[in-house]
């Protein structure tokens, strides 16, 4: 049978629908703490579930500015629309399946190759995975020169643990840049496909499909190398937008702290105290869940990595006698996960809309 593009997405649909199935029936929450949780968070719910219209907004200009980097004059214009809805589907699809990019990837450069060459569509879908890792990489290394001046401010402990665990991450980050630099400059999919060679029983289909596809994969890695060589302000745009969204992700967090009574003693200045810990309560909850991005629709990672977190930055000292660290990061577990299911089944949905 021949996989038409119709037909992979409606297995892509299918994929969809039934992970989410599965995704509630498999909930590890009794309905009546379910019900318990989300009516504590009551009008909450609207900016926490709200907030990733923007987020997945900025997403898909920073997307969109690396398509438009390397159009030729056979692509077709794709609207800010048709980026956006590709953009909540593939992170839909991505949440879904086991391993994160399984899903959404795929889908998006079968999506796009339907107005550009596929050749374009495959090194924007590439260069846009990139530049999202890419972010994650400069939230985490920014988060720790923010650690370390909140720590001088005494808002924060700096135990040796600590200070070593930073510095741990600092080099990490730096070899993370170096690669990426690389990547950028010369191009991956090739080295890629090399390094896959080397895996037992895929030597020979590695070299087989670099054979096959030489000149197409010479030229998606040329497409790549060429948006940091030659287009610089799509690149950095595309970077900036990345980061500000995470930031704005941020506000989830700031949020669910703000519904538990966690203000840092109010006011304006305890607001913002409060919103810097929550970039960093995410940049290290989205680290840890990032190791651990195997787990389909990353179970447990929410309450983990908030409790790890936690734990890190030894921020139940700083937040006053009435934090619950426990009850709060299963309120946080539950709600997230909702929110995620809300926006997976909103992904499938848009799946079947057409232009």
């Known amino acids: 049978m021949k996989w038409t593009k119709q037909r992979l997405n409606n297995l892509f649909f299918i994929i969809g629908v039934v992970a989410v199935v599965v995704m509630i029936l498999t909930f590890d ?11 504590k968070a009551g009008y909450w719910l609207i900016p926490i579930i709200g907030i990733w219209i923007f987020v997945y907004g900025l997403n898909a200009l920073a997307w969109q500015n690396i398509i438009r980097s390397n159009t030729d004059e056979n692509d077709k214009p794709v609207s800010f629309w048709r980026i956006f ?7 839909a699809l991505n949440y879904a399946t086991p391993v ?36 994650h990489f ?5 988060s720790i020169f ?26 990490f980050c730096l070899l993370a840049f170096y690669v990426f630099s690389r990547g950028y400059k010369h191009g991956l999919v090739v080295k890629v496909l090399k390094w896959i060679g080397h895996i037992p029983g895929l030597r020979g289909w590695s070299r087989r499909f670099r054979e ?36 704005v992700q941020s506000l989830e967090i700031l949020f669910m702290l703000l519904l538990f009574g966690v203000d840092c003693g109010g006011g304006f200045s305890g607001l913002c105290l409060t919103f810097l810990y929550s970039i960093l309560i995410l940049s290290f909850t989205t680290l840890f869940a990032n190791l651990i991005g195997f787990l389909p629709m990353q179970l447990g990672v929410q309450e983990g990595g908030f409790m790890l977190s936690i734990a890190i930055i030894g921020m139940s000292s700083q937040l006053g006698a009435n934090y619950d660290a426990a009850a709060l990061g299963i309120f946080v577990s539950i709600i997230c996960r909702v929110r995620e299911i809300l926006w997976i089944l909103i992904g499938i949905l848009l799946m079947k809309i057409k232009n």
Not at 214 to 227: G, M, R, T
Not at 231 to 242: G, I, P, T, V
């Open 138 to 142: 400069w939230l985490w290394f920014s």
């Open 146 to 171: 923010l650690y370390f001046i909140l720590a001088f401010c005494d808002c924060l402990p700096l135990t040796p643990v600590i200070l070593t665990f930073l510095i741990s991450a600092i080099v």
């Open 29 to 39: 929450v009794s309905f009546a703490d379910l019900w318990e949780q989300l009516t």
């Open 212 to 247: 096959r596809h030489a000149e197409a994969l010479e030229n998606i890695d040329a497409q790549i190398a060429a948006l940091h060589k030659q287009d610089k302000r799509a690149f950095y745009s595309s970077l900036f937008l990345e980061y500000g969204s995470r930031i």
């Open 85 to 91: 809805r590709l953009t909540v589907t593939g992170y």
């Open 100 to 135: 994160g990019g399984l899903g959404g990837e795929p889908y998006r450069i079968m999506e796009l190759s339907r107005d550009v060459s596929k050749q374009h569509a495959t090194s924007s879908v590439i260069l846009y995975a990139m530049m999202h890792f890419f972010a």
